[in-house]
């Protein structure tokens, strides 16, 4: 099984980060969409099957905790987890997170192995599915390694 | 400014440059003179705003070459696909990450709140105005001088 995932920061370099992060943890991506903020990111989930968000919280337009309020309360989006990857580092804050439903959030600055983790702790409670790291993820050059 | 601030800022944003950017800041305890901080590189500019029961405002200050580095060490790029705007972003991002995670250890209950980060490339630096404000700190890295004001 390959997942869709969507990642929603305002940084063009987060994302690309990110997605590279995804990449290198081996977790089978069928495709890849990125949005700038919560409301380009809720236009995606309208068009496109998303398996997973991995979303900022501080963004201009639509912040995150927006965003995770739209997905919750939409029937056919409350499926879909969502894991906040944001420099918000305080508990107050994460426990509204929870609260409202995210699947999990990573603090700014992480390690790739944090994102791999979490990715895969709940791809895998969220699909009942054993997520299977290729042996070789193709999409990974030896430069990438060194991130 | 209480020792114990700066200290946390200074170890603060040495961790995120670190983790995120593969890039070692050396804090400087005594600024050197003017005629010591004189540089020949252009420099970035990224400010952020946090509001709420504390308020402030943290500008960082980086000359191209350093922010040329930590965005290629962020992106795993080659030197010559790093666009200025590129810099800008990741100026961003380490801006908001830094003061971020600075403000998950002054303020442990969340009630201020990060405005989005803003960046420039700036037509004139002086190292040694920067030094005169009273809330500058100085780090030292193989790509030139960082420089944080907290005001």
Redesign the interface.
């Known amino acids: 099984m390959a997942f869709n995932i969507l990642v929603a920061d ?5 994302r ?2 990110i997605k ?1 992060t995804v990449e290198m943890a081996g977790v089978p991506v069928g495709s890849f969409f990125e949005a700038a903020h919560g409301k380009e990111a809720l236009e995606i989930l309208e068009n496109d099957w998303i398996d997973v968000i991995l979303s900022d919280i ?3 337009v639509m912040g995150g905790m927006e965003l995770l309020r739209e997905v919750a309360g939409n029937d056919d989006f409350r499926r879909i987890p969502l894991i906040f990857i ?8 994460m426990d509204e997170a929870r609260r409202l439903g995210a699947a999990g959030y990573v ?5 790739p192995e944090s994102i791999k983790k979490i990715l895969y702790e709940v791809l895998e409670k969220a699909y009942q599915h054993k997520v299977e790291a290729p042996s070789q993820p193709a999409a990974v050059s030896e ?2 390694m ?2 | 400014m209480d020792g114990q601030f700066r200290s946390l800022i200074f170890q603060t944003f040495g961790e995120v440059f670190e983790t995120m950017f593969f890039t070692f800041l050396e804090p400087v305890d005594e600024v050197p003179g003017p005629e010591a901080l004189v540089c020949d590189d252009t420099y970035i500019r990224a400010d952020i705003v946090y509001q709420g029961p504390q308020s402030g405002r943290f500008t960082i200050y980086l000359p191209k070459r350093l922010a040329r580095n930590v965005t290629m060490n962020f992106l795993g790029a080659d030197e010559a696909d790093i666009s200025d705007e590129q810099m800008l972003d990741t100026a961003k991002e380490a801006t908001n990450m830094a003061v971020g995670s600075l403000l998950g250890k002054i303020d442990p209950a969340g009630e201020s709140k990060l405005n989005i980060p803003e960046a420039t490339i700036l037509d004139q630096f002086s190292g040694a105005e920067i030094a005169s404000e009273p809330g500058a700190f100085l780090f030292d890295t193989d790509f030139g001088r960082l420089w944080v004001v907290f005001s």
């Open positions: 305002d940084s063009a370099t987060m690309a980060v590279k501080n963004m201009p944001t420099t918000e580092s305080s508990e107050a804050r603090r700014k600055p992480f390690q430069d990438d060194d991130f």
